[in-house]
């Protein structure tokens, strides 16, 4: 999708700036923060618009529904990841786990990518 090449043309950007979230994000806060990173104008995944769907408990996926920007949307977008309940089972704990800030920064960067690349605009 075209948000997954944005997201590939800023990556040293988005890898310099991801101090700005935290030492501690979540999948929302980094998706959140990639549809900053990328904000272009009018239907586009408004990054003040994300929903989640959260069935699981230890573990399981994460929905993530996206409207567009504007007035009243009507366009959404989704996305998801599948969650777990320790570093070894959730990407994002395994990430955040005895990493340096290089490491960590560039494997952030590929979580958030792959979040773009599979998103999909809902039709009908």
């Given amino acids: 999708m075209e948000f997954a090449n944005l997201i590939v ?4 950007e988005i890898i310099d700036n991801l ?6 994000p979540t999948y929302q806060d980094l998706l959140e ?3 900053r990173v990328i904000n ?3 239907e586009t995944p408004d990054p003040g618009r994300v929903h989640v769907i959260n069935d699981g408990d230890y573990q399981g996926t994460l929905v993530f529904i996206i409207a567009e920007q ?4 009507s366009g959404y977008y989704y996305t ?3 969650y777990g309940s320790c570093s070894y089972c959730d ?3 395994g990430v ?3 990493k340096d800030k290089v490491t960590r920064n560039k494997e952030l960067y590929t979580l958030i990518l792959h979040m773009f690349q599979n998103m999909h605009k809902m039709e009908g």
């Fill in 9 to 12: 043309e800023k990556r040293q």
């Fill in 19 to 24: 101090h700005s979230i935290g030492n501690y």
């Fill in 33 to 35: 923060f990639g549809l």
């Fill in 40 to 42: 272009t104008p009018y």
């Fill in 70 to 73: 504007g007035y009243q949307p």
């Fill in 80 to 82: 998801s990841v599948y």
């Fill in 91 to 93: 990407t994002l704990q």
């Fill in 96 to 98: 955040l786990e005895n």
